[in-house]
């Protein structure tokens, strides 16, 4: 049986239903953007031309991480509850009965976890620039717009928030808890950051070549942590609930 678009759409739409209705999913939405856009805003408004040109490349450099903790907490807490959410609703069962195929489940629920996640990540960069282009220093403004870390958040946002949503996804698979499943989807999430923090302190140096390669490995590992939670993604034991707090 092939994948059908039609099926993967029918629970894109359906997750997006279930956003709307969950206060917590709403509230995450809300908050992390927010949070993580004021502290780099403030620093970036608050940094002087006259400042060393090492203090201004931190300065940015951090700004700018910070921005890209959004693609990595934002889809890693909202996936982790995708599983647990809807078994704790009891609306699990009567969906894994149905003749939808695992990879279309997961693809939808991934679709719809990637779309809002990268939206407001580019959504809060838009935002930053355009407050920074107005209100910070002209020099320091110049300095933000011709940053080589630009790169990083072009290329890794849409990546970044793939591997969170796996991660997240295949941990809610087998977490029994709601709370447990968010915490560890969010520390196992972060080891491809910890790449984009080196290049934003420049301790690697964000090159154009440098980007691309470890966006392409990027690309590849998302693509493999797919085929991963396709097979963790075990119907017979959603169902029945059997090893489902395996993870405690």
């Given at each position: 049986?092939?994948?059908?678009?039609?099926?993967?759409?029918?629970?894109?739409?359906?997750?997006?239903?279930?956003?709307?209705?969950?206060?917590?999913?709403?509230?995450?939405?809300?908050?992390?953007?927010?949070?993580?856009?004021?502290?780099?805003?403030?620093?970036?408004?608050?940094?002087?031309?006259?400042?060393?040109?090492?203090?201004?490349?931190?300065?940015?450099?951090?700004?700018?991480?910070?921005?890209?903790?959004?693609?990595?907490?934002?889809?890693?807490?909202?996936?982790?509850?995708?599983?647990?959410?809807?078994?704790?609703?009891?609306?699990?069962?009567?969906?894994?009965?149905?003749?939808?195929?695992?990879?279309?489940?997961?693809?939808?629920?991934?679709?719809?976890?990637?779309?809002?996640?990268?939206?407001?990540?580019?959504?809060?960069?838009?935002?930053?620039?355009?407050?920074?282009?107005?209100?910070?220093?002209?020099?320091?403004?110049?300095?933000?717009?011709?940053?080589?870390?630009?790169?990083?958040?072009?290329?890794?946002?849409?990546?970044?928030?793939a591997w969170s949503i796996w991660v997240g996804l295949a941990i809610s698979t087998k977490a029994g808890d709601n709370r447990v499943a968010q915490q560890l989807s969010t520390l196992a999430s972060l080891p491809p950051f910890a790449l984009i923090a080196?290049?934003?302190?420049?301790?690697?140096?964000?090159?154009?070549?440098?980007?691309?390669?470890?966006?392409?490995?990027?690309?590849?590992?998302?693509?493999?942590?797919?085929?991963?939670?396709?097979?963790?993604?075990?119907?017979?034991?959603?169902?029945?609930?059997?090893?489902?707090?395996?993870?405690?």
């Open positions: 049986m092939s994948t059908s678009k039609a099926r993967i759409g029918a629970v894109v739409r359906k997750e997006f239903t279930e956003f709307r209705r969950s206060r917590f999913i709403l509230a995450t939405m809300a908050v992390f953007p927010v949070l993580f856009l004021i502290s780099p805003t403030a620093t970036i408004l608050a940094t002087k031309a006259s400042v060393s040109g090492t203090k201004l490349d931190n300065h940015i450099g951090l700004s700018l991480m910070i921005l890209l903790l959004i693609p990595v907490f934002l889809p890693s807490t909202i996936a982790a509850y995708s599983v647990i959410g809807e078994r704790d609703q009891g609306t699990l069962e009567p969906m894994l009965t149905t003749p939808i195929r695992r990879e279309e489940l997961l693809i939808g629920k991934a679709v719809a976890n990637l779309v809002p996640a990268v939206g407001l990540a580019y959504l809060v960069f838009g935002i930053f620039l355009a407050v920074v282009a107005i209100g910070a220093d002209p020099v320091v403004a110049s300095a933000v717009w011709h940053a080589p870390q630009l790169i990083a958040e072009v290329f890794y946002v849409p990546l970044l928030a080196l290049m934003s302190f420049q301790v690697i140096t964000p090159t154009l070549t440098i980007a691309l390669s470890l966006a392409g490995a990027l690309l590849v590992i998302d693509g493999a942590a797919y085929l991963l939670v396709s097979k963790l993604f075990d119907r017979e034991r959603l169902i029945t609930g059997t090893g489902a707090n395996r993870v405690t």
